[in-house]
């Protein structure tokens, strides 16, 4: 689990029920199903109008990384990369076809079958860095759905909003009904809102920022991959990838 992401909403939203109930209020009185209603199936056609359908689907996909942590350990790359330049350099780059099987990173697959049967260096630098270019592309798509969905939803909470005043006003004889209608009309406000600012744009940020990690770490895999092919010495491989690292992550150990 994604720390963080856990951590900021238990704190924020135990923070406003917190205030809620110091103020003397009852939870009861801010959850609304036809609110809710109203402002996420709001927020999802609007969303469905901007985007394609199947960009929608890969986000509602996406939002789980939100709240996983999976990562790769960047040290554990750079040792691999080094024994398998270790190994290129004693037996050849053909003898790494044996280890195409063990990889389970799709990318670093790709690139080291590629550089196994031969392709040239700056051809394989040009193919890689194309689908890396539109993995950036697709991911950015991803995010701005969620940002998206974050603009949306405090409008469509003011539409909850304005729908709950049109009843209320048709109960103006009764003043304790007007007063009960006010507090569950603003109610469609405060969940448009607060899922905009706790949900939908800290999501499409830690996604941005997920995005552009898995990135750093697949250009420094192709770094490596056409080092090997190039025949590096893996001291200055190994030298040459720590670069890509930033100081906390050389102070890390290295995951199991």
């Known amino acids: 689990m994604d720390k963080s992401t856990i951590g900021g909403i238990v704190l924020a939203g135990g923070g406003i ?56 350990d960047p040290k554990a790359i750079i040792r691999d990369m080094v024994g398998y330049a270790v190994r290129a350099r004693k037996d050849g780059i053909v003898s790494l076809d044996s280890e195409l099987e063990k990889i389970t990173d799709p990318f670093l697959k790709k690139s080291l079958m590629l550089a196994v049967d031969g392709t040239e260096p700056q051809e394989l630098r040009k193919m890689m ?18 940002e998206s969905a974050g603009g949306f939803a405090p409008t469509i909470g003011i ?34 809102v607060g899922s905009a600012n706790l949900l939908f744009l800290p999501a499409s940020g830690k996604l941005k920022i997920k995005s552009r990690d898995e990135q750093v770490l697949q250009e420094m895999t ?3 991959v056409i080092s090997i092919l190039e025949g590096m010495n893996p001291r200055m491989l190994e030298t040459k990838l720590l670069g890509y690292l930033h100081d906390q992550q050389l102070e890390e150990p290295v995951k199991a």
């Open 17 to 72: 029920l917190a205030g809620l109930l110091i103020e003397g209020g009852k939870l009861a009185q801010v959850v609304q199903p036809t609110a809710a209603m109203i402002v996420f199936g709001g927020t999802l056609g609007a969303v469905m109008v901007q985007f394609p359908l199947p960009v929608v689907k890969q986000a509602v996909k996406h939002l789980a990384h939100v709240f996983l942590d999976r990562s790769q």
């Open 129 to 146: 860095e194309l689908e890396l270019d539109n993995q950036a592309e697709h991911s950015e798509k991803v995010a701005q759905v969620f």
């Open 159 to 192: 539409i909850g909003a304005v729908l709950g005043l049109i009843q209320v006003m048709q109960h103006l004889q009764n003043i304790d009904e007007v007063g009960r209608g006010i507090a569950v009309a603003f109610v469609a406000t405060i969940y448009g």
């Open 222 to 224: 192709l770094e490596g």
